[in-house]
C-alpha cells in the first residue's frame, strides 16, 4: 500500500477537526490484548539484552521523559548525503552499535570506522505510533505481519507496530550484526533472564517476571512452548499500544474544562488559521506524508525511495503532536532543536520546499507565533509522559547508570602520533558468552594482542617503552590478535571475544586490560592503549 500523501481531497476542515475524540486504538484480532503480553513487550523493549552487544534496547532511542524520541540525538550525527561531517546536511540521529562482521569480530564502518554508528535519520516517537497505519518517517513498514522465518503472512492488516518491531534486533547499524537473522536473535534470548542487565523495575513488572527466563515467561503469556520472531513482535506492539498519550490540557479543554490559558487557546487558533491540521490532526487521525522542504529531496528521497515515483521525493510523514515540549529535536533530519526554529521555518515556507507547493510563506506576526509556540510546547504535552507515570514508566537501563569500563592511564603515540584506543563498550555481565574486546586506530597490517590481567599496573614498567596498565602477574593473560585489519597507520582493528562464566562468585571482580600495537612509527617500536578497569557484576536479582 502506498503512504498517503497530502493533497487537498484528504485535508479535513477545521471544524470537524477540532471536534474529534482521540482516536480508539484497535489490536488486530491475530494479537489481542492481554496484561501479561504488555509486560513481556515492556520487558522486550526495555532489554539491551535484544542487541548484540547488550548495549541497546528499543528504549534506548524511544524514551518517554523526552517524548518518546532519544535524548542523545542532539550530539549525536550523520555525515548524511555527502558522506562529510559537519556539513549543512548532517543527520541528528540515534547511537546504535559498533559494526560486527558475522563471527562477532569489529569491523569499520564507512562513515564512523571502529565508532559506534548512527542512524540517518531521527527516531519518531513511540508514542501514540498505534495511531499510524504505516510506520518510519518514509512510510516503509506496512500494516502487514510476515513471519521472517517462514515468509507466511500472519496477519494482513492492521500489523505496523508488528511488522515495525522486526526491524531494529536484525538491523546492522541498530541493534544487530552483519548476517544476523531472526533465528539468531530467538535461539540468544530464550535461555536469558529478562531485563537481567537493567535495573529500578517498576515493581508489579519485576514481580511478575519473578526468577523466570524468557522461554518460561513466553510459554506462561502465549500458552504453549516457543520464543518466536512473530511472538517478539505480538509482544512489543502489545506494549506499544498502550502508550497513549490522552490526557493533555488540550485533551482536557476539549472535553469541556478550563484547562488551557488564554495564550494557549489563541495558540490553538493560529494553528487552524494557518492549515496546520491539514497535515497534523490533534486528535482526528489522518495520515498525511508531504514534502516541507527541510533539506532538498536528492539528500533523502523519504517516501520516493519507497515508492520509486519521482513526486513521492523529498515526502515524509507527518507526526502527532503530542509531547513536543519535551522533545530533544525536530523534522526527520533533527534539524531543528527548539519549536521556535519549526514555527519560523514554516513562516518562511520551508527552506527547500519545491515551487508553487503548498508550503508558502505564513507571515505571522510576533505574537501569533508565541502563542503557536506555547500551544504546541504547553497544551499538547501530557504530564504522565514527562514524570514517567504508568503506562510511561520505565525500568534503568544499564547504559543510563554505569560505563561498561572504567579507563586509566594513557596510550602511547604511533606513527604520526595517533594513540591506539581500547575497545571495552559491553556490559561484563556474569553468563555473558560474547564478552567482546577490541583495539582501534593502531597500525593496520602490524601485530596487535590484547593483556588481561586480576590486578593494575602503574605505568612504571613497560614493554618496548609502552607503560603497562596490567600488573603482569601470574594471571596475565595475553591475547594475539594477529596482523590487525586495515592497511594504513591510525586504521588497524582488531578484537577479540570470550565467555563470562555465570559463577556468581566472580560478582564483583575486576579485570584490568590494555592494548598492545606493533608500530614502527614508535619510540621503541610498540604503541599502546591506555588501561582499562572492567568490573564483572551479576544480573538482576528477581
Not at 516457543?226 to 506499544?240: D, K, L, N, S
Not at 496546520?276 to 523519504?302: I, K, M, Q, W
Request: with cysteine.
Amino acid at each position: 500500500m502506498r503512504p498517503i500523501l497530502l493533497s487537498w481531497a484528504l485535508a479535513v476542515s477545521a471544524a470537524s477537526a477540532a471536534a474529534q475524540p482521540f482516536p480508539a486504538i484497535v489490536a488486530p484480532a491475530e494479537n489481542p490484548f492481554t496484561p501479561q503480553k504488555a509486560m513481556l513487550g515492556k520487558a522486550l523493549f526495555w532489554d539491551e539484552q535484544l542487541s548484540v552487544s547488550g548495549t541497546i534496547a528499543c528504549g534506548t532511542c524511544h524514551r518517554p521523559e523526552v517524548g518518546g524520541l532519544d535524548p542523545r540525538a542532539p550530539d549525536a550525527r550523520h555525515p548524511g548525503f555527502d558522506s562529510v561531517f559537519d556539513t549543512d546536511d548532517d543527520v541528528h540521529g540515534s547511537p546504535g552499535v559498533i559494526a560486527t562482521d558475522s563471527s562477532g569480530h569489529y569491523v569499520p564502518s564507512e562513515e564512523f570506522g571502529l565508532g559506534v554508528q548512527v542512524t540517518r535519520r531521527l527516531a519518531p516517537s513511540v508514542i501514540n505510533a498505534a495511531v499510524f497505519t504505516h510506520q518510519l518517517w518514509d512510510g516503509a513498514v506496512e500494516d502487514r505481519l510476515v513471519d521472517p522465518l517462514t515468509g507466511d503472512v500472519v496477519i494482513e492488516t492492521g500489523a505496523s507496530l508488528e511488522a515495525q518491531a522486526l526491524g531494529p534486533p536484525v538491523n546492522p547499524v541498530e541493534m544487530g550484526r552483519e548476517g544476523i537473522t531472526w533465528s539468531d536473535v530467538v535461539s540468544r534470548l530464550a535461555p536469558m533472564r529478562p531485563l537481567a542487565i537493567a535495573s529500578d523495575l517498576p515493581g508489579y513488572l519485576a514481580q511478575w517476571l519473578g526468577n523466570r527466563m524468557y522461554e518460561q515467561v513466553f510459554e506462561d503469556v502465549f500458552g504453549s512452548p516457543g520464543v518466536t520472531p512473530v511472538r517478539v513482535a505480538m509482544a512489543i506492539a502489545t506494549y506499544e499500544r498502550t502508550l497513549i498519550s490522552d490526557q493533555s490540557p488540550f485533551d482536557r479543554w476539549l472535553a469541556g474544562e478550563d484547562a488551557m490559558s488564554p495564550l494557549e487557546v489563541f495558540g490553538h487558533t493560529v494553528f487552524f488559521e494557518s492549515n496546520c491540521f491539514t497535515c497534523h490532526g490533534l486528535n482526528d487521525f489522518h495520515e498525511v506524508f508531504a514534502n516541507s522542504g527541510v533539506r532538498p529531496s536528492f539528500e533523502d528521497p523519504g517516501v520516493g525511495g519507497v515508492t520509486g515515483v519521482a513526486s513521492d521525493l523529498g515526502s515524509f510523514k507527518a507526526p502527532f503532536l503530542r509531547n513536543l515540549g519535551s522533545r530533544p529535536a525536530f523534522f526527520h533530519n533533527g534539524g531543528a532543536a527548539t519549536l521556535a526554529e519549526v514555527v519560523d521555518f514554516y513562516d518562511r515556507g520551508g527552506d527547500f520546499a519545491p515551487p508553487g507547493g503548498f508550503f508558502q510563506p505564513l507571515g505571522l506576526s510576533d505574537s501569533k507565533k508565541l502563542a503557536l509556540v506555547v500551544f504546541l510546547r504547553d497544551a499538547l504535552t501530557d504530564s504522565r509522559v514527562s514524570q514517567r507515570v504508568p503506562p510511561f514508566d520505565r525500568p534503568t537501563l544499564f547504559t543510563e547508570r554505569a560505563e561498561a569500563s572504567e579507563p586509566f592511564g594513557h596510550g602511547t603515540q604511533g606513527t604520526f602520533g595517533i594513540v591506539p584506543r581500547l575497545i571495552a563498550v559491553e556490559p561484563p555481565v556474569l553468563g555473558n558468552l560474547d564478552y567482546t574486546l577490541g583495539i582501534r586506530d593502531g597500525a593496520g597490517g602490524m601485530p596487535g594482542a590484547l593483556l588481561i590481567d586480576l590486578a593494575p599496573g602503574d605505568g612504571s614498567v613497560s614493554v618496548h617503552g609502552a607503560p603497562l596498565f596490567v600488573a603482569g602477574s601470574a594471571a596475565l593473560r595475553v591475547v594475539s590478535l594477529g596482523s590487525l585489519g586495515g592497511d594504513l597507520w591510525g586504521e588497524g582493528y582488531g578484537s577479540w571475544s570470550m565467555p563470562i562464566p555465570a559463577a556468581s562468585s566472580l560478582a564483583g571482580l575486576s579485570l584490568y586490560a590494555q592494548g598492545l600495537v606493533a608500530d614502527f612509527g614508535s619510540p621503541g617500536g610498540v604503541a599502546s592503549t591506555g588501561g582499562a578497569r572492567i568490573e564483572l557484576f551479576a544480573p538482576r536479582e528477581p
